[in-house]
């Protein structure tokens, strides 16, 4: 099953679980003797209903990881926020909803001190929850193909990622990483 086919199945399990929690609920209303099972249907359509609405809002989201210590180099070979930050306007300009992991050693780079996920996600104007610094001495790599594929997102990125090719055979999948970079001071990204 490919990595595609398994997030389009795993999308329509609480759509189903709806359907049976409500025939459950329906029949523990209609059927005579049955009332004493609202306990357990009630509560089980409601929590239906809640999955099946984050599924719902999870599906809108276009979900993209950047390689924030890959991608803060981009611009001159030298690592700036800037090119983070518009790379990131970039992609919410092209409906995505980014999320950036950066190796443990990223605010050194950028600002000549230690910045937690907080503290870049400011930054970036990103929520907290979606900026990862990972600990020192954990390579980010794993990280960021782990929240790729929990969320079936891309990964922007100019790394191959061939160390992990492996676990992560998405990675030779065509368009999973997108590449970008400047040329003539104009940013590209490979979104196509």
Known sequence: MTKEAGYEA???TPYLLLVISSIALAGTLLVPGFSEFLLVTGPAFLASLVLALRALTKRTKRWVILDGSNVMYWRDETPQLETL????????????????VFDANAGYLLSGKYQHDGALAKSLDLPEERVMVVPKGSPADPAILAAAFDLGAQVVTNDRYRDWAEQHPEVTEPGHLIRGGYKAGKLWLDLE
Do not use: F, N
């Open 10 to 12: 795993s999308m329509k």
């Open 85 to 100: 930050q518009e790379v990131i306007r970039e992609l919410q300009a092209s409906g995505y909803t980014p999320g950036v």
